[in-house]
């Protein structure tokens, strides 16, 4: 079964700190990861989106990273704003039709002053 | 481009009750999805579509019912509304399959 291992459940740092967030996951045929932000009441709205062959993608503030030998992922946020306070959802897409995607279960970060 | 919106924002139904939620989007996308979103949980695909006069079922589409009559619009349907369908629902589109999704606002619909 494809399933979508996000740690931690949910984070709170100060603003101006870095964090990481992980993201582990069994889905094949493997297309590709992307990580999403969740503001609250909000859809979703990507970030990044990895295919197979990379291994980093950078949007302003935020890295994601993929090994897909040990098909994990990490969401690097660096200087962190209270604007970043959301939930951040990993989530992968699987090679077959209509690209099914799953969904992690998100990680809450909240950023204090 | 006003991109993915959704109708309504809220609804409460009593159980038993029908109601469709309205998806359209503005951006000539081929394909459209249907979620639900339960508290601390991720997405879970009820259905999907890769074009007009195409749908086919994801995860848990129970329950559920959907046309596609055109490119721009995804409604879904419930037809008889039951607790366990108490959820946020989204809509998503995208222009082809492995290309970023664009989400609705979502609709937050609650089944008493």
């Known amino acids: 079964k494809n399933q979508v291992e996000q740690s931690p ?8 700190k870095n964090c990481t967030l992980q993201c582990n996951y069994t889905v094949s045929p493997f297309s590709n990861l992307r990580w999403y932000k969740q503001d609250t009441g909000r859809g979703p ?5 990895m295919t197979f062959s990379e291994n980093t993608k950078s949007n302003g503030r ?39 995607l799953t969904f992690g279960g998100g990680t809450r970060l909240m950023v204090k002053p | ?14 159980i038993g009750q ?5 998806c359209t989007q503005d951006m000539n996308h081929n394909y459209m999805y249907w979620y639900r979103q339960d508290p601390g949980m991720g997405l879970k695909l009820i259905y999907y579509s890769v074009g007009a006069g195409i749908t086919d079922k994801g995860e848990v589409p ?20 039951a607790p366990s ?6 809509c998503a589109s995208t222009p082809r399959g492995a290309d970023t999704q664009y989400f609705g606002p979502g609709t937050r619909l609650t089944v008493l």
């Open chain 2, 1 to 14: 481009n006003a991109g993915v919106t959704q109708t309504p924002k809220f609804r409460i139904l009593k």
């Open chain 1, 45 to 49: 709205v990507s970030l990044t989106i």
């Open chain 1, 62 to 100: 935020y890295t994601a990273t993929l090994d897909a030998d040990t098909k994990q992922s990490s969401l690097h946020i660096t200087a962190s704003q209270l604007s970043d306070s959301a939930s951040y959802i990993c989530v992968v897409s699987a090679n077959n039709a209509g690209n099914m």
């Open chain 2, 18 to 22: 029908s109601m469709t939620l309205q």
């Open chain 2, 62 to 81: 129970n329950g559920y019912n959907v046309s596609r009559s055109t490119t721009e619009d995804f409604p879904l349907r419930l037809e008889l509304a």
């Open chain 1, 9 to 16: 459940q949910s984070l709170i740092i100060l603003e101006g």
């Open chain 2, 85 to 90: 369908q108490t959820s946020v629902y989204f």
